[in-house]
């Protein structure tokens, strides 16, 4: 039987059979079809902030757990680039889907880009393969991006809400346009202490204007429940920009006012400790320099900034055999009275004790301090070596000899010699209205101490704080505290608040667990310090609901409790860029911090 003639090959085709050397009706009739769906893709016109449109790829769906929303983003044969519109779409950037049926907008992110071949060949084809690199361009590929929708908002209404309205297929998706869609998408408060501006990938959000749009951690002074007292985690590796975070957002924290209780009440200036382990934080009594342009902007956004002045003090524990502090020009020297072991047996405990010991240590102390109320450590070192006061203890059993041995051993330490009582300093008790006072800045700079006395202070002086927002203490000092709202910030704070192995890092953690299920009714707030998250009490770190995150590993984001979808790209943050996830704040969003200081650093 004869064969039949093949018919005639399209022109288009014709070019590239004869390119590849192919016999005149050799090329397949699914090459004939690729190149037809290539050659007639004419995608409707769309304005410059316009992505794309809805598409059913695969399907389009919403649902209380998930969803599944995917853009077709087309070329732009009429520009001078048709790539452009494709180039300029990344992941993490927000989109608007308005639905048209109704008045309300979807606000959400892109979570995903990819590509798709626009027919059943593969790139492995023997067609593929063949043509020239040159020869093949984005029509031969379907570009599509997921949107991960957020929440949904329409103009007038102050307030968004979550996703309930599916969009239609060839809804249009675009850029975000506007300041106050950022706001409305991602619920961001108007004012409070300001952190830096909303960014995607490390580059401040452009819209309409131009201008950044700043980021403030919430702070409603009328409600009566500020952020601040739910706690904040300042997280991120070495060299990321803790310290300079937590300088310019300390420094909103300034001369703020809150009403002390939910109900009616004082309205005081919060009063702000700083726990500084490196002495770099006295440098915030002192202006840095800014650029007159930089300080217009801030003035514009609400920003505090300049040196705090007098409002500024350093108080340095002085530590026996000759250590002294050599940072802050003005400074004042204190000591930790032995009378507060009263109150905090834990701080002579160290490391070593096991439970039994530590019973044992807190039954002396309460014994010596029954006869002597104001009791020194070197009264309390020569009460512990009384064989004939303490025999009654051995004979009832009540401590073991051996328990006893062991304990004079950590008694005889000198490190306690030389850190209670030391006449060159003011007891601590006694400065606490100088300290502890309304609108002040107290800074305690601790790298002048060897470990133990560091470690001794430090506790002394959060124990003091916790336990008088806490307890109702009637000691002056406990009354003086709780008369004012007060953010203790503490640098290294994994050293203090650090996973429970002995029984002084179980008091201290149980302490600070409780003072911060309580941080909003006694206005008591914690802002933690560190590049080890991941050694801090899980207890500890699970009262904090504000996370400020620098750079780091995968690991530490996960330990710090970085927002999943943050986790991949968080190591590979420069200094200065940083997530804030703060539930009752917004939602998870990355920002850009100021490229300087607000104070001296």
Known sequence: MPKK?????????????????????KASALDKIRLEKVEGISPPSLKAEEIGRVAIPRELFLSRTQSHIEIYIPLAPGEADPNQRRNQVAVGDYVVIPLGYRPEKIFGVIGQLQYTKRNALDDTSEVHALVQADKLDEQEYIQTALVEPISMFKDGDPKAQEVRYIPKPNAIARKVASEEEVKLGLSLPDEGAFLGYVSVGGEKIS??????????????????????FTHTLIAGMSGRGKTFTAKNFLRQLVGRRHVLERKGGANREVNLIIIDPDNEYHLMSEDGYLDPQDRQALLG????????GSKLRVFDAVEGGGVRYSGAKTHTPFTIPFALVSQFKYLIAGGELNEAQYDALVRLVDAFFRGSPAGTYAQFKAFIHQDEQLLPFIESGTIHEGTLKALRRR??????????????????TQLCMEIFAEGMVSVFPTDHLSPEAE???????????????????EAEWAQQIARHPLVLAVDEAHNYLARAETQQDREINEKFIAAAKQGRKNRLGLVLITQNPQDIHEGVLSQVSNRILLGMERKMAEAAG???????????????????HSPDNSQPVEIIGLHFCLVKH
């Open 5 to 25: 003639p093949a018919s005639p090959l399209d022109p288009k085709l014709a070019d590239i059979a004869s390119e590849l050397n192919w016999p005149q009706g």
């Open 455 to 473: 470690r001794v202070v430090v506790l002394a002086v959060m124990s003091m704080i916790a336990d008088a927002k806490t307890r109702g203490l």
């Open 301 to 308: 956004q609400r920003v505090q900034f300049g040196g705090i």
């Open 562 to 580: 970085a927002p999943a979808e943050f986790l991949k790209s968080l190591p590979y943050f420069e200094k200065g860029r940083l997530v804030v």
């Open 411 to 428: 008694v005889d330490r000198g490190i306690f010699d030389h850190v209670f009582d030391q006449p060159q300093g003011a007891p601590l």
């Open 207 to 228: 819209v309409q204007g131009g201008f950044p749009i700043p980021y403030y951690l919430r702070d409603d002074v009328d409600k009566g429940d500020p952020l601040i």
